[in-house]
């Protein structure tokens, strides 16, 4: 076994799965571990003495990949004498059941280690591997009352909920844009999601909170913020003021020196209220971006799966969000397949799909997730069923996507710029209705001579299938964008 000398720092690489939560809760224990002094090295270099998987348990793939990426890890690791530590979802769902049935993990850390992570990979290092995480549910360590839950929160391990400067996070990328996390945990009892079970009862950071980790990111060469979190639709229902918060909150975050976008995601479409949707279609410095988790448009699917609304409901919604700002994007994942989904209710989601003009759509087939409501539904369709579903509504949207990307040929959009071109790829970046790694993104004319992190306003020139070709126009100096409000109306 290998272990560092007495004098020499101890080295860790981190490997991050699953959603922007995840990578913010990664730079939070890479902070915590260089803090401790740790020195984090490439997962590739050969070099670690701990490896820390940060596991995605959403759904049945994502888990998966997991283990695919803990054994690959401890493939790569076992030579050394290196060691290999799951943490993230997986090992907060799984706990000591996953550490039983994947022997090839060191050891199985939960949400309540990450506050002492140094001290637990040293005992990691040292042959005294703390026991594995035992799972529990996690909407019991939070009182349900408002009044009462910020108080209790101090006394819980909420991943993304403190923040100290200097010592909360440290990057992992130079990336020009960065995930922040508005909050931890969910209320919402959707039937298909176990997501609540292991992220806990909803939890608000604090604004100021918020606002001083924006200000950090901004000092170091973020451009683009990309406010993340279970549902941030609830951000700000257990503070004082209530659900009104994160409008008060986006005009904050436009001003943060070297901020030049605020991304908002996860919205509940049953949720967005017109004041937020106001603030997010029309202040300067917000993208006009609505990520609305639709899941279905069948009032009936809908019901079964414990969430609201209909095809009507939902393009009325998309038609108050197109009447303040025409060119905004909407996304949305969908769920097909569900228990007792009928021939008439797919049908429904493809009346909305077409008339909905959605920008990105994820479609999902339904699987069984352990301890949801929806696992014990009788009327599940044949998993050949629904994987044909799934390519039926994955070939319309697709075919809409396209369409939709036609439609902005000629407009203007303001594209960050996150790749620089070279001999063999062209430069690329995203518009303002472009959110990381989900939706299409914006391919600049060769020549341009643009690098990672500028802004520059463009005008689209052509497609390739959900991406925009684009010829650029004039570059964007840092914090001008939310000056000028980018020919948008007043916020």
Known sequence: MRVP????????????????RNEVDSEELAGRLTGSGWELVDADSGTADVIVVNTCGFVEQAKKDSIDTLLAASDAAAPRGAKVVAVGCLAERYGAELAEN?????????????????????????????????????????????????????????????????????????????????????????????????????????????????????????????????????????????????????????????????????????????????????????????????????????RRMRRFGSREDFLALCERIRALAPEAGIRSNVIVGFPGETEEDLAELEAFLTGARLDAVGVFGYSDEDGTEAAGYDGKLPTEEVAARVERITSLVDELMAQRAEDRVGTEVTVLVEAAEDDDFECTGRADHQAPEVDGECVLERGSGLGPGELV??????????????????????????????GRGPG
């Open 457 to 486: 306003r463009a005008v689209v020139v052509g497609t390739e299938g959900a991406d925009l070709v684009v010829s650029p126009r004039e570059t964007v100096a840092s914090s001008a964008l939310a000056a000028s409000g980018a």
């Open 102 to 302: 994947l022997p090839e993990a060191d050891a199985v850390l939960g949400f309540d280690a990450y506050p002492e992570l140094a001290e637990r990979l040293g005992d990691v290092l040292g042959g005294h591997a703390p026991a594995p995480h035992v799972p529990v549910d996690r909407r019991t360590l939070l009182p349900i009352s408002p009044v009462e839950r910020p108080a209790a929160a101090n006394d819980v391990a909420v991943p993304g909920h403190a923040w100290v400067p200097n010592l909360a996070r440290t990057r992992l990328s130079d990336a020009p844009v960065a995930p922040l996390k508005l909050a931890s945990g969910c209320d919402r009892r959707c039937a298909f999601c176990a997501i609540p079970s292991f992220r806990g009862a909803f939890v608000s950071r604090p604004p100021d909170d918020v606002v001083a980790e924006a200000a950090w990111l901004g000092m170091h060469g973020v451009r683009e913020l990309v406010l993340v979190s279970e549902n941030s639709t609830s951000y700000g229902k257990d503070l004082p003021g209530g659900t009104s918060a994160l409008a008060r909150l986006l005009p904050r975050l436009t001003h943060v020196p070297g901020i030049d976008r605020v991304r908002v995601s996860y919205l509940q479409p049953a949720e967005l209220r017109p004041d937020l949707l106001e603030v997010i279609a029309t202040t300067p410095g917000v993208a006009p971006y609505f990520d609305l988790s639709f899941q279905h448009a069948s009032p009936a699917v809908l």
């Open 5 to 20: 000398e007495p004098d020499a720092p101890r080295r860790a690489a981190l490997l991050t799965l699953g959603c922007a």
